[in-house]
């Protein structure tokens, strides 16, 4: 009897280690999976079809074939920017929930009070993928071709030229604010909601200047609708070759570009982080990503992540000046 009992207690005990066993191996082998397994999601701070939204599902194609899983672009509009971030920032840190960031993730460290998160600390760069200029256009009719015919126009009656931007806060207009304070000169900042509305009151003659990303002006500069005084970048755009940057214009070193960079949360594995930065690399260096950049006026632009890093800390540190001295407020 007794030796029956120890044959059952020991086959008691048996099974338990194994259950115990089993229990804290299958997270390993759950975590030793390779990356990645599942799909993975890129949000965007942005509407579907603008310039970032594009940016992030040309990359999301092409590292789609290469790492053998779909990349689902996520768009998470409103609060500038503020609700993709922390939505990022709140997501396992797993290396499958990514965001394609703009400037906005500088400019709202500086622009909201307090600041809504803390990108250097919440965030890690994986890579960056390339940027696209600010422009400044204007209706067919307004009385300047030029920014040298502008800045005479505008220093003739201080603050009596308007310019239309997507909204208070947003790239294009702390671009302008920079460009005027550059250039010694006032003008009156008209905020909308979205860029569509803004480039349809300049067209229509109800503001005389718009500052837009190239990709947005693109068809209405091509249409006749619109034309463009300057691209506010340090070498000529692909897609407005005949139209002198800013620094041809009298202002060298001065650049306002829209750029992207891929980031993931902070505690994201390091071997993870790194095999995403080299499949962007790998996937910059395709032709078609290539292609698809420089035809909506972009410009790839591989970088490391100390790079973005660098970025966005001198971004950060450029808009906290701006934004104080302007008493820029967000909308």
Do not use: C
Not at 107 to 122: H, K
Not at 226 to 252: D, H, N, W, Y
Not at 263 to 288: F, G, I, N, Y
């Amino acid at each position: 009897m007794k030796t029956l009992l120890s044959a059952a207690r020991r086959l008691t005990l048996a099974l338990a280690a194994v259950a115990a066993f089993t229990a804290v191996a299958l997270p390993f082998q759950a975590f030793a999976q390779p990356y990645p397994s599942k799909p993975i999601k890129v949000v965007v701070g942005y509407s579907a079809g603008g310039a970032v939204d594009i940016v992030a599902r040309t990359l999301g194609q092409s590292m789609s074939t290469s790492m053998g899983q779909p990349f689902i672009v996520e768009n998470k509009p409103g609060a500038g920017t503020n609700i993709a971030v922390k939505s990022v920032i709140d997501a396992p840190a797993d290396g499958y929930t990514l965001l394609m960031a703009a400037n906005a993730l500088a400019a709202n460290m500086a622009l909201y009070q307090p600041p809504p998160f803390d990108a250097e600390r919440d965030l890690v760069p994986v890579a960056l993928i390339g940027r696209v200029p600010v422009v400044i256009a204007a209706n067919p009719a307004a009385p300047y071709n030029t920014v040298a015919q502008l800045i005479a126009a505008a220093k003739a009656k201080p603050g009596s030229i308007a310019f239309a931007t997507p909204g208070n806060g947003s790239t294009p207009h702390m671009a302008a604010e920079l460009f005027a304070r550059a250039a010694g000169i006032s003008l009156m900042h008209v905020p909308y909601r979205g860029g569509a509305q803004a480039i349809t009151d300049v067209i229509g003659g109800q503001v005389p200047l718009l500052a837009m990303n190239a990709l947005e002006v693109k068809p209405h500069v091509a249409s006749g609708k619109l034309k463009v005084l300057a691209v506010l970048s340090p070498q000529r755009s692909t897609i407005f070759p005949e139209v002198p940057t800013i620094a041809e214009s009298g202002f060298p070193g001065f650049e306002a570009s829209v750029w992207y960079a891929l980031m993931a949360p902070a505690a994201t594995p390091k071997p993870v982080v790194a095999r995403l930065h080299d499949e962007v690399q790998k996937a910059l260096k395709s032709s078609e990503v290539q292609a698809r950049m420089t035809g909506v006026g972009g410009e790839v632009i591989p970088g490391s992540q100390q790079m973005v890093a660098a970025l966005i800390h001198s971004e950060r540190q450029r808009y906290e000046k701006l934004v104080r001295e302007a008493n820029i407020k967000p909308d």
